[in-house]
C-alpha cells in the first residue's frame, strides 16, 4: 500500500486526539497524521530554512506486535529517531494508531517491519526517519538513571506564573562556565486535549551562568501551558538562546509514555551531540 499524507493546517482539524477512535488492527498507513512543524515555529520566529538549532524528536515504543507467516504474534519493542529538520512532527496518537494496526498484519520477518514503518514515517515526517526494532526474545536491555550535572528542584523558590515567562532567565555578572541543570517539574499541557504532559528537562550550556532559581521558576512556568512536547522543548531553546546568549546550549526533555509511546525531543546549537537511549524513571 503507498502512503499518501498531507500536513493539515490545522492541528485540531482531522486528528484523532480527542476524538472517539475505532482502533484498526490491520496494516493502515494513511493514519498517520503530519502537522508542519513551521505552524508553531513563527510563533518563535523560526523559520525551518535557517534552524537555530540541530536536534532530533526519539521515539521509545512499547506495544509492538504483528504475526508471523503461521499467524503466530512477535512482539517487540522500537525507537523511531525522527530528525528536528523535517518539515512534520507526527501527532501522537496518529503514531500509536499506526502501531496498533500492524496487530493482525502479517509480515515475513522483522526486517519487512522495520522497512515498511521507514517508509511510512520518513514519507509522514517529510525527511528519513531512523528505525531500530528489537524482538523481546532477544532480550533487549533497558538503561534508567539521572543525567550527570545538577537537579534544581530542591531550590526554595516561590511560583506564581503557569504560563512561559522568558522574563523569569537571567545571567549572573560572572565567569562563563560549562554546566547541565535538570529538573522534574516540567509540565505542560496537549496543544489539542489539554491532557497533562510530563517531563524531565535537561539543560546542558556554556556561558554566563544561568541564573537558577530563575531557570527553574521558567520552567515551572510551563505548568499551564498546551503545547506539544517538540514545540515546548523548542520554546525552552530559544527563550534560553535569547534571554541568557550562551555560546553553546542543548535542551533535552524526556516525557512520559502515553499510550505506549515516550517522546523525548532534543535541539542543540550544534555543540553537543544527541545524549543517549536512557529513561527517566517514570518512563
Known amino acids: 500500500m503507498t502512503l499518501t499524507t498531507k500536513p493539515i493546517a490545522d492541528p485540531s482539524h482531522a486528528s484523532p486526539l480527542g476524538k472517539a477512535t475505532e482502533y484498526q488492527s490491520h496494516y493502515a498507513p494513511e493514519l498517520l497524521y503530519p502537522i508542519p512543524r513551521q505552524l508553531k515555529r513563527s510563533e518563535l520566529g523560526i ?35 525522527v530528525p528536528a529538520n523535517s518539515p512534520n512532527l507526527i501527532e501522537s496518537k496518529s503514531f500509536k494508531l499506526y502501531l496498533n494496526s500492524f496487530n493482525q ?21 517529510g525527511s528519513p526517519v531512523v528505525v531500530a526494532l528489537e524482538l523481546l526474545s532477544a532480550r533487549p536491555e533497558a538503561l534508567i538513571g539521572l543525567p550527570d550535572g545538577t537537579l534544581l528542584d530542591e ?12 522574563a ?19 509540565k505542560s499541557n496537549c496543544l489539542v486535549t489539554g491532557q497533562p504532559d510530563w517531563a524531565m528537562v535537561v539543560i546542558r550550556y556554556h556561558g554566563k551562568p544561568i541564573d537558577r532559581a530563575g531557570l527553574l521558576r521558567y520552567i515551572v512556568s510551563f505548568r499551564n501551558h498546551n503545547e506539544f512536547h517538540e514545540q515546548c522543548v523548542e520554546r525552552i531553546f530559544t527563550d534560553i538562546q535569547a534571554h541568557c546568549r550562551p555560546e553553546a546550549l542543548a535542551v533535552h526533555a524526556r516525557y512520559t509514555r502515553r499510550g505506549g509511546l515516550d517522546i523525548n525531543p532534543f535541539r542543540s546549537s550544534g555543540d553537543y551531540p544527541p ?3 536512557t529513561r527517566e524513571i517514570r518512563q
Open 47 to 81: 523559520v525551518d530554512a535557517e534552524l537555530p538549532f540541530v536536534g532530533e524528536d526519539l521515539w521509545n515504543a512499547y506495544e509492538l506486535s504483528w504475526l508471523n507467516p503461521k499467524g503466530k504474534p512477535v512482539v517487540a519493542v522500537g525507537t523511531f529517531r
Open 105 to 125: 498484519s502479517t509480515f515475513d520477518n522483522i526486517a519487512t517491519v522495520s522497512a515498511t514503518m521507514t517508509h511510512d514515517l520518513s514519507t509522514a515526517a
Open 155 to 166: 531550590l526554595d523558590i516561590t511560583c506564581d506564573r503557569y504560563q512561559p515567562d522568558p
Open 168 to 186: 523569569l532567565l537571567a545571567t549572573l555578572p560572572s565567569e562563563s562556565v560549562e554546566e547541565t541543570l535538570y529538573s522534574h517539574l516540567l
Open 275 to 277: 545524549p543517549g537511549n
